[in-house]
């Protein structure tokens, strides 16, 4: 039996006790670039600033015309990107009862597109919008016109709308990450995919699962701290994810 076989069988042997957990690397077979690295989004500049720092909350108070400028292009551009087989084949376990849910720290909204029952966005998600002056909150369809022409969205009280994106300087959604560390508490395997695990407190979660007593498994193409501890490991995940749908018949 190959590995990804074996990978098979420690889902079915879990018996829906599974939770992913996923970073930038399942969004790029997509065409969504990463956003940390040598040549993630976060090193480009823009007019003057590097792009991490229009994720800084400080800076989008003071003008939040910077970030819509920019986002145009990449956050109000995500609709044109489809789910790959790793979304695919995640969305197909959890339907399946043999995932309980998928962590991400993706923004991008692809396993929720690609139809995964239960999704905890640690990072948050443009999904929502909220006004800074009264809190309203607007879904993203009704913005995304305006934040896709580069334009800042405001509430009907004047106030400027901002994603419910967790921005530097901000605290990770409560309520989302309590339910994302009890599923991963719980958990008898933890599938590690597309993240090196450096970000925290989100690369934190993986761990909670194996000290509690997960098996891990990590794909993901370049060292994780989690490496050393997982009884599987691949480095390619369009590769282990067609096979994986191919052996539990389901579709990508
Ligand atoms: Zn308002």
Redesign the pocket.
Known sequence: MNAVGELADLIREAAGNTVAFTGAGVSVPSGIRGFRGRNGVFADTFRGYRVEELFGIDLFDSDPSLFYAWAKDFVYAVDAYRPNAVHNVLAGLGLRGLLNAVVTQNIDRLHTVAGSPTVYEIHGSPEWHR?R??G?AYAYAEVRPTAHAGKVPH???G?VLKPDIVFYGEALPERVLQDALKACMMADLCLVLGSSLTVYPAASLPEEAYRCGARIVVVNDTPTPLDRRALLHFSDLTDTFVTLGELLDIPR
């Open positions: 006004c002056r009264c309203r509430c009907a009280c106030g």
